[in-house]
């Protein structure tokens, strides 16, 4: 079993709201893995990079990621950052997923998720530090999407629409 569509993107590409609409479109479950950590450790992720450090929650992030791409069916939200992490890439690629790179501007991005303290890696000039995380993961999202799809300025019943029509899923 493996999931119908995975969703990857920065903070504020709307994957857990995309994938909302998604799941319901395709009739099946979403797991956005965040969640699932922070279920699991019984505390937000914000919570565990300040108490054990972004290893911890890296390597809490790369368990559960390279889970749910074997064992769920249905769709998938990423982390911002997980196809960062070499293991949870090589299992996206050689698990022949279809991956969707929900892609975001900087405006955009900011204007959905206000880039409070819930983002970690954002605290401290969220601007600049969302612009270098950005930098950094777009040659990966790139590389690692079947499908690239423009999220600014368009609901979430729009972008559902385009991702399912490239992946040949229109209804």
């Known amino acids: 079993m493996s999931p119908v569509v995975v969703l990857v993107g920065p903070p504020g590409a709307g994957k857990t ?14 797991h956005d893995t965040d969640t699932a950590i922070e279920e699991a450790a019984g ?5 565990i990079f300040v108490g054990e450090g972004e290893a911890r929650f890296r390597e809490l992030e790369r368990v559960e990621v390279v889970r749910a791409l074997a064992e769920e069916h249905g769709v998938v939200a990423l982390g911002g950052g997980a196809v960062m992490q070499e293991a949870i890439a090589t299992a996206l690629r050689e698990g022949d997923h279809r991956v969707v790179f929900l892609d975001v501007t900087i405006a955009d991005a900011a204007g959905r998720v206000g880039f ?9 000039n969220p601007r600049a530090a969302w612009t270098r995380l950005m930098n950094a993961r777009r040659p990966v999202y790139e590389a690692l999407a079947t499908v690239r ?8 019943e729009q972008i559902a629409d385009e991702v ?7 209804r």
């Not at 799809?149 to 979430?156: A, C």
């Not at 399912?164 to 229109?170: E, F, K, R, V």
């Open 17 to 30: 709201t995309v994938g909302r609409v998604l799941a319901e479109r395709l009739g099946v479950g979403l």
């Open 43 to 47: 505390r937000s992720v914000s919570d």
């Open 116 to 124: 409070d303290a819930s983002r970690p890696l954002l605290v401290v």
């Open 149 to 156: 799809v423009q999220t600014g300025d368009r609901t979430p």
């Open 164 to 170: 399912l029509q490239a992946l040949g899923q229109a």
